[in-house]
């Protein structure tokens, strides 16, 4: 391909403009490239004249800003145009790039006056950038060591190098461009195309000759799964078993401590990963350390589904199902919306919640590259989910962009509420995770309410589907399959992109009027739909009920005596007890994994001598909670992970395969404990005061149901 002939000053312009989903000021521009607003306007008339031959408009907005208008396909052409481009002088973003992909790849001391000379700058500039990429380094632990006559050396662990490494990849090629690099543009696999030498400099730093043949290794994993992950997930993994080959090709190999090892080996994302590591193994002919396929265990951890769990409560860890709760309980009291009733808004929360804080506990950073609209486009919404963030987990650093995912969840069920009837069948390709797949169905159905989303799928399932059977195709990623057939859009969808669809959906309408209408018998489709909704409210109400009645009726406070015995002693007397009454059948079993829960974190209440335990397990009969009084204080961890003592402890318990209205009964009994009141109601209540609380609180819960 042929690249463009134009100084870096109009390329790094081009650049932003096209990697921003929103407007973008004068002022920014400048800033980035750090040149004067009166030269960023000197060159806008020179970048018009470029966008022109592409088929695209710069629109410039009062006080806005500016952006491109013109379809995805028009801008991916001038996208890979960039991309070959050859480079006379860098822009300050790409000289940095370039500096840390040579420090990175580098396990000598590189001279400055080396690169000063790779980067066509002078060694005052190059230091001057080190100074400015302190932050970056302390982000991913990193030491830059700077001494005259020895050079510059960036030290860290393996780990660190290669989560600082896989950063900068995807934060510098989008999604569609990894996907060309994949997917049918061997040119860019090839260090001789004249692409850009900054992007070629990062290429540098993975297998990319490798990279055809992990995407066939690894997609035999993703058929296996379940849950099969988002593509942006997948391809982020790719790009790490890229980027581990080539480590491993230069005798960089991770090595883990063993509190490390032992914590991936307990993630059951563990067994994905051995699988991974097989096949690679296999494909490649080499052997994988032990090491290399733990520290693969938290990317896996951390990707996001592409769709969600069908049960949005895991009573296994009924925190995060609380966390929930709590956070969409916040947001519908401030936004003044019935959110806690949309259980597609709880199962994508649940599933995005999980990897999202691990992703954050792991430093693994994942860029939200429709922040800014978002944050422009629900403004109001994303001040009350930060809001909603800060109030329900003080203690965790929840970065902007994961704030903006969260965002997308709440958003797209607000724009729900006012959905209309629909005529069209639609299927969307979403590279993305949950949150953004969710958040285009939702603003297609939203804008364009007479065409109904059937699907939300993945690329890799195109040669599984039958274009014939859809009014409209819609993806967010060009699609090998002829352009007539589908439409490209972004993901947040532009007033441009729905007029485009619109008109489209009008050329359908007319061909339909020639038809002979059906005549429908007995009820009309609204009174259908509002006979079935009815009926499914009041199933659901009754399973409320039952479950509530259930509990209430079989909850109980004992005393126990302790004598001095282990907790994993006074667990088992519990748990046989509850066996003899046939709530559960293997009470070793289920002590077991009670006390393998609270290894994984604290159960003891903060503030309280309370301990709620509670487990999901095959050899539980039927739901059950139950309370009981120590005769000997017991030392545990408390979910602050300080040691407190407890007198009191709570269990919960679930099996395995359970309805959905009975874990969120489980799920609003959890949610009671992170109130102060009800906390020191069952610190101090006695059987009458407990059971009448606790059937209060229950009747309240499914009269909000109801």
Same mark, same amino acid.
């Given at each position: ?52 031959? /592409?088929? =695209?408009? @710069? ?5 806005? &800003?500016?952006? %491109?208008? *013109? +379809?995805? !396909?028009? $801008?991916? #052409? ?61 982000? /991913?632990? =990193?030491? @830059? ?5 020895? &050079?510059?050396? %960036?030290? *860290? +662990?393996? !780990?660190? $190098?290669? #989560? ?543």
């Amino acid at each position: 391909m042929k690249g463009l002939d134009i100084p870096s000053r109009q390329r790094g312009i081009l650049f932003m403009l096209l990697h921003r989903e929103e407007s973008i000021t004068v002022e920014q521009i400048a800033k980035e490239l750090d040149i004067s607003p009166r030269t960023v306007h000197r060159e806008l008339k020179a970048i018009e004249t470029i966008l022109d031959s /592409y088929r =695209l408009k @710069l629109r410039k907005k009062t006080r806005v &800003g500016l952006e %491109l208008e *013109g +379809s995805k !396909e028009h $801008k991916d #052409k001038l996208t890979q145009a960039l991309l070959f481009t050859p480079v006379q002088e860098y822009t300050v973003p790409e000289r940095k790039v370039y500096l840390l992909s040579m420090l990175l790849e580098s396990s000598e001391p590189i001279k400055l006056f080396t690169l000063s000379n790779e980067l066509k700058v002078t060694a005052a500039t190059v230091s001057n950038d080190l100074n400015q990429l302190a932050d970056w380094f302390k982000q /991913y632990k =990193l030491r @830059l060591i700077r001494r005259r006559g020895y &050079g510059i050396l %960036l030290t *860290g +662990s393996e !780990e660190a $190098k290669r #989560k600082a490494i896989l950063s900068l990849i995807i934060g510098h090629f989008t999604d569609a461009e990894l996907f060309m690099l994949i997917q049918g543009y061997p040119a860019l696999r090839d260090r001789q195309a004249r692409i850009s030498p900054v992007s070629n400099k990062l290429l540098d730093l993975i297998a990319r000759d490798k990279l055809e043949m992990i995407d066939s290794a690894l997609g035999e994993i993703d058929k296996e799964l379940m849950a099969p992950f988002a593509d942006t997930s997948y391809l982020y993994f790719m790009v790490y078993l890229a980027l581990m080959l080539k480590r491993l090709e230069l005798g960089q190999e991770l090595s883990l401590d063993a509190t490390s090892k032992e914590a991936a080996k307990r993630a059951p994302e563990y067994n994905v990963a051995e699988k991974i590591f097989r096949h690679i193994a296999e494909t490649f002919g080499v052997e994988l350390p032990e090491d290399e396929a733990c520290g693969f265990t938290p990317y896996i951890k951390s990707g996001k589904l592409r769709k969600p769990s069908e049960e949005w409560i895991d009573a296994e860890n009924i925190e995060l199902s609380t966390l929930v709760y709590e956070l969409v309980s916040y947001c519908e009291q401030k936004l003044h919306a019935d959110l806690l009733s949309d259980r597609n808004l709880m199962q994508g929360l649940v599933s995005h919640l999980e990897p999202s804080i691990y992703r954050i506990r792991e430093n693994i950073i994942v860029q939200n590259p429709y922040l800014d609209q978002i944050r422009s486009d629900y403004a109001h919404v994303y001040q009350i989910v930060e809001e909603a963030v800060h109030q329900v987990m003080p203690q965790v650093k929840v970065p902007d962009d994961e704030i903006g995912f969260l965002v997308m969840h709440i958003a797209a069920s607000l724009d729900n509420k006012h959905l209309l009837h629909k005529t069209f069948k639609g299927l969307v390709f979403c590279a993305s995770g949950i949150g953004t797949s969710k958040m285009l169905a939702t603003r297609i159905r939203n804008k364009i309410p007479e065409l109904q989303v059937l699907k939300n799928v993945s690329i890799f399932e195109l040669d599984q589907i039958d274009p014939g059977a859809y009014d409209l195709i819609i993806s967010t990623v060009k699609l090998p399959i002829d352009a007539s057939q589908y439409v490209l859009v972004s993901p947040l969808l532009t007033d441009g992109e729905v007029e485009m669809i619109r008109r489209l959906l009008e050329q359908k309408e007319a061909v339909r009027k020639g038809k002979k209408e059906k005549v429908r018998e007995g009820l009309s489709d609204k009174e259908m739909r509002a006979t079935v909704k009815s009926l499914q409210v009041m199933e659901q109400g009754k399973a409320y009920l039952e479950e509530s009645l259930h509990l209430s009726r079989q909850f109980r406070l004992e005393y126990l005596r302790v004598n001095g015995r282990s907790l994993e002693e006074v667990l088992l007397e519990i748990c046989t007890g509850l066996s003899k009454e046939g709530v559960l059948g293997d009470a070793e079993a289920v002590t077991a994994r009670l006390l393998e829960r609270e290894k994984q974190g604290g159960l003891g209440i903060p503030g309280s001598k309370l301990a709620f335990f509670h487990c999901r397990h095959e050899s539980v009969y039927t739901t059950s909670f139950t309370m009981y009084d120590l005769s000997e204080e017991k030392n545990l961890i408390a979910m602050d992970q300080q040691r407190i003592g407890i007198s009191r402890l709570m269990l919960l318990l679930s099996p395995v395969k359970v309805k959905e209205e009975k874990l969120e009964v489980l799920s609003f009994v959890s949610s009671l404990f992170v109130e102060r009141e009800p906390v020191d109601i069952f610190s101090s209540g006695n059987q009458a005061r407990l059971n009448a609380y606790l059937s209060g609180q229950l009747l309240e819960f499914c009269q909000k149901k109801l």
